[in-house]
């Protein structure tokens, strides 16, 4: 498919249990939803491990991961308790501090005191069941154990699941919440970061690209800031930032981490670095980063992303119910082709990312 406009998307994803393939297959099929919704073709290949291949009438955009997901296997899966506790943390500085929706805060740690209720349950199992077996030895005594147990977990499952929905627990049980942005995981980020850096120049050298366009989401905000920090600020001067659905504001003024926002302003003022801060009002991770005085002074925007204009208003209910979702629309197709915002409308449209 020939086309007249090459773009690059270098995408930096937020955390996900379920990794990178989540990822990909969720941009294969949101991006042929939107193919049917605009009735414009469009083509999704996959290239490398990295990279994708969109073709679309007049435009060619190479899709790039900068994958950086390694720091979550070697912090959270290795310190699961700790991790944890840091998350509950996070959900108590929402609750104290930045809480963007009403009773968001209080929704998490809900969630993260059914998660200590689910261990305490499952040790006093542990407990009881340990105990028969010491006074009731034969196989039959066992077998009926056996089975009790396996309904009585049945039962327990299926109350859990009304309470809170498994998925939102797994993501906000291991979000990084304070203690992945803590001072000791720092040179984790430096390191990566540097890994980044690189890639992001070979790929602009690589080939001419009309438009390239850095877009992190959620957690991926993290490490954009450590990449712009490492980054050519040359190269930088030809980019395009897109940071949506992320908690800036929250750790910014993190004394270890005051020189990623000192860098920031710097690249803002000095190089003219353009950045497109999405947020959205009912998205519990979103926040503007021009809430943060030193961003207002320097008069930067944040756009409300307006994703309610993508679905119906009955559609648009059924999202808000689910937290998770709402988290994950800013890579969503939705119904309606109408949000210039949309990712799949970037990925796709011979139109450059102007002033929204």
């Known amino acids: 498919m020939e086309c007249c406009m090459r773009k690059a ?55 790039f991961f900068l994958d950086w997901q390694e720091i979550i296997n070697l912090v959270y899966y290795k310190s699961g308790l700790t991790a944890w506790f840091g998350s509950l943390i996070g959900s108590l500085m929402f609750f104290l501090k930045i809480s963007p929706v009403k009773n968001t805060a209080r929704y998490l740690i809900i969630l993260h005191a059914l998660t200590v209720f689910d261990f305490l349950i499952f040790i006093i199992g542990i407990v ?27 039962i327990y499952l299926l109350l859990r699941s009304r309470i809170g929905n498994n998925k939102i627990r797994v993501w906000c049980q291991s979000f990084i919440y304070l203690y992945y942005f803590s001072k000791k995981n720092k040179h984790k980020f430096i390191d990566i970061s540097k890994k980044h850096a690189r890639e992001l120049k070979n790929i602009l050298e690589a080939k001419h690209y009309d438009e390239v366009i850095l877009y992190s989401h959620s957690a991926g905000s993290l490490p ?28 910014m003024n993190f004394k270890h981490l005051k020189d990623l926002k000192q860098n920031l302003v710097k690249l803002i003022n000095y190089y003219n670095l353009q950045i ?16 943060n005085l030193v961003f207002k002074s320097i008069n930067l925007s944040s756009y409300n992303s307006q994703f309610y204009k993508m679905y119906t208003k009955e559609s648009y209910e059924k999202i808000k119910k689910d937290l998770f979702s ?16 949309n990712f799949y409308r970037i990925l796709t449209d011979s139109s450059k990312l102007e002033t929204i």
Not at 237 to 251: D, R, W
Not at 276 to 291: A, E, G, M, R, T
Not at 326 to 341: C, M, R, S, T
């Open 9 to 63: 998307v270098i995408y930096m994803q937020g955390f996900d249990p379920r990794g990178q393939k989540f990822y990909k297959r969720t941009f294969r099929n949101e991006l042929n939803k939107y193919s049917k919704i605009t009735n414009i073709p469009a083509d999704i290949n996959s290239k490398k491990k990295d990279q994708l291949e969109i073709f679309s009438q007049d435009v060619s955009t190479d899709l």
């Open 128 to 154: 009881i069941f340990g105990s028969i077996l010491m006074y009731h030895c034969n196989v039959l005594s066992l077998l009926v154990i056996l089975i009790l147990f396996i309904l009585l977990t049945k």
């Open 224 to 251: 954009l800031l450590f990449l712009l920090q490492e980054a050519d600020k040359k190269l930088l001067t030809n980019i395009k930032i897109v940071i949506a659905g992320h908690c800036m504001p929250c750790y």
């Open 326 to 341: 709402i988290h994950f629309q800013y890579i969503l197709a939705g119904e309606k082709p109408l949000n210039k915002l």
């Open 276 to 291: 497109f801060d999405l947020y959205s009002p009912i998205d519990i991770v979103s926040s503007k980063l021009s809430n």
